[in-house]
């Protein structure tokens, strides 16, 4: 399978410090700076999109979810009799 087309780039000032340790780093896995950095901020950049799209919620929003939290838990027809039969599955 081809990679995709690298067409973009992205420039980033670093101390000397800061481009001594992203190269230790990239050599002890045995990687380029490049491939190292670019995989480090990617996934950086999909943990903090992750976090915002599965744990921010408006106030409205929170209140009507805790709100249902809240209510007393109520039966569901038949849900005891199945959680009470023997499991179909071996140990």
Not at 64 to 83: H, K, V, W
């Amino acid at each position: 399978m081809a990679s995709p087309l690298k067409d973009k780039r992205i420039e980033v000032r670093v101390t000397s410090a800061q481009k001594d340790a992203i190269a230790t780093a990239a050599a002890i896995e045995g990687r380029s700076i490049t491939d190292f950095t670019t995989s480090a901020a990617t996934e950086r950049a999909a943990d903090v999109i992750r976090r915002e799209r599965d744990i921010r919620v408006d106030a409205a929003a929170f209140e009507q979810f805790e709100a249902i939290l809240e209510r007393p838990a109520r039966s569901i027809d038949g849900l005891r009799d199945l959680l009470n039969r023997p499991t179909i599955f071996v140990d």
